[in-house]
């Protein structure tokens, strides 16, 4: 019997590190060695989430190097911004496998990063990950040895609009992102923007213009358009759990159509196994792909405008963070692309 790759998930008592033990724990390829977490050290994983109650046997762990370093072969750092960079370095150094859940390693250059988070403490790291757009750097992503998995609202935008942007079929200025999101994507640890009675019947922008992820979208868009690319995005806080529906506003290139629009997605990701273009006059919602690894995207075309209103839809905690993640492990690791996320929606 050929011996599993040993899993750990360092800060797995997040939202996003519940999702990889959860999902990892029936990966048939690899095996949940190692789960950490400063604030739950000593407890049992499934005390901290009783749904895990006889699927989950682990107790969670301080991180310590060099000790935890060989308890694993592939790393996820579920963690805050800027606490990966130094729990990556030595485990990059030891010859690990990373994928990173955080902003810390998305960018290509350093100086965007610096901009929009805070000096960054290994550079030199920066400058070997790779952005784990899963559809779009597949090869890149296949020899590397540590992964910048995307932002959520950023898988939500740039999958429907890089293969437009690429083929100019669309014009890459003026582009509107209008993202709605469930209440997870702002984390596990409280705080009054996120507190019951706040977000609650509620429904509100926050951000406009500012979000941290919109450089990341930018130079992404850019790298596919081949010239400078910069959206407007506003997102938006739904009183929801999880999902997240972007609706994307586009001006069209001369001679467009709405079929030429749905072919080019459509041929883009036909090999692709979580991205749904669907079918002229259907759109996508939030709770057809709710804990699922899939995007979905739809097509208006507004001929009198020469314009274009796309609708993607993610569950934010899945594609948009630990599903892509195992989705790179999966490329990284020459397993199935969807070995362990191949779930199917709930109809209801």
């Known amino acids: 019997m050929t011996k599993k790759n040993r899993i750990a998930v360092i800060g797995a008592s997040g939202y996003a590190g519940a999702e990889l033990v959860r999902l990892i724990a029936g990966h048939p390829q690899v095996s949940l060695n190692l789960l950490t977490s400063r604030q739950y050290a000593g407890k049992s994983y499934a005390a901290v989430f009783p749904s895990l109650i006889g699927c989950i046997d682990l107790q969670c762990e301080l991180f310590s190097s060099p000790e935890s370093i060989q308890k694993a072969d592939i790393f996820f750092l579920a963690l805050p911004h800027k606490a990966s960079m130094s729990v990556a370095a030595p485990l990059i150094n030891a010859g690990k496998k990373v994928i990173d859940l955080s902003a810390d390693f998305r960018f290509n250059h350093l100086d965007q990063y610096e901009t929009y988070y805070q000096p960054h403490e290994e550079p030199e790291l920066l400058k070997q990950s790779v952005y784990g ?126 079929m030429k629009i749905i072919d080019c997605l459509s041929s883009t990701y036909e090999n692709s196994p979580f991205i749904r273009v669907l079918p002229k006059g259907l759109f996508p919602d939030a709770s057809h792909v709710r804990g699922t690894n899939y995007c979905d995207i739809g097509v208006k ?48």
């Open 301 to 348: 075309y507004l001929a009198d405008q020469n314009s274009c209103v796309i609708v993607s839809a993610i569950d934010n905690l899945i594609k948009g963070a630990a599903g892509q993640a195992i989705q790179n492990m999966n490329i990284m690791m020459g397993f199935s692309e969807t070995d362990g996320i191949d779930m199917i929606p709930f109809p209801v």
């Open 133 to 258: 757009l899963c559809e779009f750097y597949k090869d890149q992503i296949s020899s590397a040895q540590l992964i910048g998995n995307p932002g959520c609202y950023p898988t939500s935008i740039l999958l429907p609009l890089m293969p437009l942007l690429k083929e100019q079929l669309i014009e890459p200025i003026g582009i509107i992102a209008d993202s709605k999101s469930g209440v997870s994507g702002a984390g596990r640890s409280p705080s009054l923007g996120t507190h019951y009675c706040e977000v609650n019947e509620g429904f509100k922008a926050y951000k406009i213009a500012e979000h941290r992820h919109a450089p990341e979208m930018n130079e992404n868009l850019s790298i596919a358009a081949g010239t400078d690319v910069h959206i407007l995005f506003v997102p938006h806080l739904v009183p929801m759990t999880r999902g997240i529906v972007s609706t994307l506003y586009v001006r069209c290139c001369p001679n467009i159509d709405e």
